[in-house]
């Protein structure tokens, strides 16, 4: 259907659980996917299989709940 495309969806925590999830229907749909978790190889892991199906997806490691990680952009 493709209801998201031409849209950006940026999905925190998207390494695994809930977050994985959306992150893989919003591609499905036909967003670009900006992934953001604190588990580098997950948040890899993820992004592969979103591309591996056609879809756009880039990881970006960040700890949300570390507010000088926030705020330096690291």
Same mark, same amino acid.
């Given at each position: 259907?493709?209801?998201? &495309? +031409?849209?950006?969806? #940026? $999905?925190? !925590?998207?390494?695994?659980?809930? *977050?994985? @999830?959306?992150?893989?229907?919003?591609?499905? &749909? +036909?967003?670009?996917? #900006? $992934?953001? !978790?604190?588990?580098?190889?997950? *948040?890899? @892991?993820?992004?592969?299989?979103?591309?591996?199906? +056609?879809?756009?997806?880039?990881?970006?490691?960040?700890?949300?709940?570390?507010?000088? @990680?926030?705020?330096?952009?690291?």
């Amino acid at each position: 259907m493709n209801i998201l &495309e +031409g849209k950006v969806a #940026v $999905v925190t !925590g998207g390494t695994s659980g809930i *977050g994985e @999830a959306s992150a893989e229907l919003f591609a499905s &749909e +036909g967003a670009k996917v #900006v $992934v953001v !978790g604190r588990r580098r190889a997950e *948040g890899v @892991a993820v992004c592969d299989s979103i591309r591996a199906k +056609g879809g756009t997806a880039e990881f970006i490691e960040a700890d949300l709940s570390d507010d000088a @990680a926030i705020t330096h952009g690291q």
